[in-house]
């Protein structure tokens, strides 16, 4: 509940509150998180931020990893070092680490003296490839990756955007992308129409940790289908949102009269308190697999991202409260505040895994 005598609009997120889903709070080590485009994590170590920490991010002899970007002697970034025979070598004092992060080799005191247990490095609990993104887990996660059927169906032409990074938080991106009352307002240039304005009744499907919403409207045609010049034609448009936690979006568009379908998927990438990166892909099964097709995708999807980025950054708060009672809610927020029990509903679980934890760790101790 919000505290007493506070009004909701003047509730901020503060760093420890976790009443509110920030980049930072503690139930994002549990899930999975995008860290770099795959095909960035090739012939040496990559560091990157997630959640306010620094990771190194590395492939050891085809073996995905990642360590805290600090070697265990001199807190050097790990990232800073290179690849040697399959092991990652700090570029300091050469310290060795496999995929485990047990330190193999520290070249100053010879190969045979012992090596201190504590010069190993602590890797996540998980780090794979999926969607075409390095996703880690940074403790054992409680919600399993995404899903986008399309990324491998060979009848969508596959449309990756830029890298973007937002001042925002990842729950707030989330929350915009799955928001159906601002297109008539926030995106009248793009793809907006005004006589778009009432949110029609809708129904919300949850199967565990995710939920999916189909949503019926108008909107005006893709831009790209238009000539130069031409004016848009207004058009129904099929949604179907899929919210997978703690921030994936997935978005599939059918526009039924032209057998077109738009998929986009939304992968957020918490880098600290006030930053996200967006890694955001196009599946597009109207258009030609050229790079001048891609490239107009691309260009329309951006002009939309721009929209949504310059409003976001101007709000002062960097996450989403958790109490449904600190916002105003009507009938046409129901699939955002689904959104808002997802993640309550996950802050609540870490917590009882946490506390469970805590209490099996003192109980050990008191029978010492």
């Known amino acids: 509940m919000a505290p ?49 920490e620094r990771w190194c991010v590395v492939r050891l002899d085809g073996v995905l990893a990642a360590f805290p970007d600090r070697c265990p002697h001199r807190f050097t970034p790990l990232s800073a070092g290179r690849i040697v025979d399959g092991t990652l070598e700090c570029g300091y004092h050469g310290y060795r680490f496999d995929a485990t992060g047990r330190c193999v080799e520290i070249p100053a005191i010879g190969p045979t003296a012992p090596i201190p247990s504590r010069a190993s490095c602590r890797p996540a609990h998980g780090a794979i490839d999926h969607l075409g993104l390095v996703w880690l887990a940074l403790d054992e996660p409680l919600v399993g990756l995404p899903h986008v059927p399309e990324h491998d169906d060979p009848t969508f032409v596959n449309c990756p955007l830029p890298v973007l990074d937002w001042n925002a938080s990842a729950a707030q991106m989330a929350d915009n992308f799955l928001d ?6 926030l995106h009248l240039a793009t793809f907006g129409a005004l006589d778009d304005r009432i949110v029609p009744d ?30 848009f034609a207004l058009v129904d448009r099929h949604d179907l949102f899929v919210f997978t936690p703690p921030h994936h979006v997935y978005l599939r568009i059918e526009y039924r009269a032209e057998n077109a379908v738009l998929t986009i998927s939304f992968c957020h990438q918490p880098v600290n308190a006030t930053t996200t990166r967006l890694y955001c892909t196009d599946y597009r099964n109207d258009i030609a697999d050229t790079v001048e097709a891609r490239q107009g995708a691309v260009d329309f999807q951006l002009a939309v991202a721009v929209e949504d980025q310059a409003l976001l950054e101007r ?14 809610h009507t009938k046409a927020d129901r699939i955002t505040l689904e959104m808002r029990r997802v993640l309550a509903d996950l802050a609540a679980a870490v917590a009882a895994a946490v506390a469970v934890a805590a209490g099996a760790t003192g109980t050990a101790r008191s029978d010492r």
């Not at 990559?46 to 959640?51: A, K, S, Y």
């Open 315 to 328: 709000m002062h708060r960097k996450g989403v409260p958790l109490d449904p009672t600190a916002e105003i």
């Open 180 to 185: 159906q009352g601002h297109f008539p307002y």
């Open 4 to 52: 007493k005598n506070v009004p909701a609009d003047r509730l901020t997120a503060r760093s420890g509150d976790e009443r509110w889903f920030t980049n930072e709070h503690p139930a994002l080590r549990r899930c999975w998180h995008p860290v770099a485009r795959s095909e960035d994590v090739a012939d040496g170590p990559v560091g990157v931020e997630l959640l306010g």
């Open 202 to 231: 809708y129904r919300i499907d949850r199967d565990g940790w995710r939920f999916e919403v189909r949503h019926t409207h108008t909107t005006k045609a893709l831009a790209d289908s238009h000539g130069a010049g031409e004016e």
